[in-house]
Each structure stands twice: as C-alpha cells, then as structure tokens.
T-cell receptor, first 111, second 113 residues
Framework: QKEVEQNSGPLSVPEGAIASLNCTYS??????FFWYRQYSGKSPELIMF????GDKEDGRFTAQLNKASQYVSLLIRDSQPSDSATYLC???????????FGTGTQLKVEL | GAGVSQSPSNKVTEKGKDVELRCDPI?????LYWYRQSLGQGLEFLIY????????KSGLPSDRFSAERTGGSVSTLTIQRTQQEDSAVYLC???????????FGQGTRLTVV
C-alpha cells in the first residue's frame, strides 16, 4: 500500500463547477497535510495546508480532513480553465521531516 | 535571493559519468529538501537538511547518491556513475524554521544517455 494515494485522473469538470480531489494516507501518525498545484513543466506551489479535522477555506479552495478515515480532500469552487494542473497531496508524519507526496491528480477544466 | 535557485536547469550526461546538481535556497531558510520526479510520477523524497542537524538521508536510493550543504546554505546533490534510471527532474525546496510552506526551485532535468 502506498503511503499517500491519489487517483491519477484526468478529472474533467466544466468551467464554473466544483472540482473534488481526494487523497488517502496510510500512516495514522500523520499530522500535517498539504495540497500543491503543479502546472506542466513547472515546479509545485503550495495551495493550502491543514492540520485539524474539519474544513479550512481559502478563497475558492476548501481543504477537508478526516483523520479517522485517513482522508483529505481539496474542493475547488467555480473552477476556471487556469485551474487545469496536477494537484499533489503531501503528508508529514508527526515531528518528522519527510514530506511524502502522492502521484497527483490531473485536473482539466473545460470551457 | 527571491526564490530557490537550481542549476543547471538541464543536464545531459553519459551513462557512468558523475553529475553535480546545485541548489541555492531562499536566504534565511534553514530547511532544505531534495526530491526526484520521474515522468508522470509524484515526488520521491531523497534527503532533508535542517540547520546544523544531521541530514535525513532515508530517501537516497543507493550509495551512488550523496548530498552536502555547506555553511547551512547552498546544497549540492551528487550522483556517481549515473544510470539511465537516474533520468528525472531533481527538485530542491527550502522552508523557514517553523514555517509550513516548502518553496520549490524550478528543478534540474537530468537525462542520462
């Protein structure tokens, strides 16, 4: 079992819709969760991080964490073509240093 | 500097040669990571430096890989006797102490022929 799992996609949504990206992790000691966006040929950039169970909202983005289910998700409201990218989920275990990434989900927002 | 700087941006080398990849982190950032990303894959952790502490080398795939960080700033990742499977984009990231966000450089695309 991979430490961090994501559906590779592509996930296609129409412009203006809500895109829902999901991530599961295996280590129950995981405490910090990150969503990075990576455009083709570019380096990853942080969108959001979440530490506590529940929802965290930042503009059009909402991160949701459920530690009991070992599940973290990212919702993108009012999706735009510029949101088309690969979204990487990353997890940090406890006080450790290593940030473990999933393989990413490719999102396509269609006009 | 304004961001994490990596050099070279592209490197083509012959199988069996040694290569050195350089990372210049954001000024004042104490944490530095190296990752590897193969085509269509996620980021594979290689090594982590934090201040003067011993580095976390748990992700280095073989003893052909090594890294150092001089003076707590610039880091060099060295791959000896390169193999074709070493071809990937090597990404460096830095983070300030206590900060949540790791900032990535643009990467070095290594091609071993």
């Amino acid at each position: 079992q991979k430490e961090v799992e994501q559906n590779s996609g592509p996930l296609s949504v129409p412009e203006g819709a809500i895109a829902s990206l999901n991530c599961t992790y295996s280590d129950r000691g995981s405490q910090s969760f990150f969503w990075y966006r990576q455009y083709s040929g570019k380096s990853p950039e942080l969108i959001m991080f979440i530490y506590s169970n529940g929802d965290k909202e930042d503009g059009r983005f909402t991160a949701q964490l459920n530690k009991a289910s070992q599940y973290v998700s990212l919702l993108i409201r009012d999706s735009q073509p510029s949101d088309s990218a690969t979204y990487l989920c990353a997890v940090k275990v406890g006080g450790g240093n290593k940030l473990t990434f999933g393989t990413g989900t490719q999102l396509k927002v269609e006009l | 500097g304004a961001g994490v700087s990596q050099s070279p941006s592209n490197k083509v080398t012959e199988k069996g040669k040694d290569v050195e990849l350089r990372c210049d982190p954001i000024s004042g950032h104490t944490a530095l990571y190296w990752y590897r990303q193969s085509l269509g894959q996620g980021l594979e952790f290689l090594i982590y430096f934090q201040g003067n502490s011993a580095p976390d080398k748990s992700g280095l795939p073989s003893d052909r890989f090594s890294a150092e960080r001089t003076g707590g700033s610039v880091s060099t990742l060295t791959i000896q006797r390169t193999q074709q499977e070493d071809s990937a984009v090597y990404l460096c990231a830095s983070r300030r102490q206590g900060g949540a966000e790791a900032f990535f450089g643009q990467g070095t695309r290594l091609t071993v022929v």
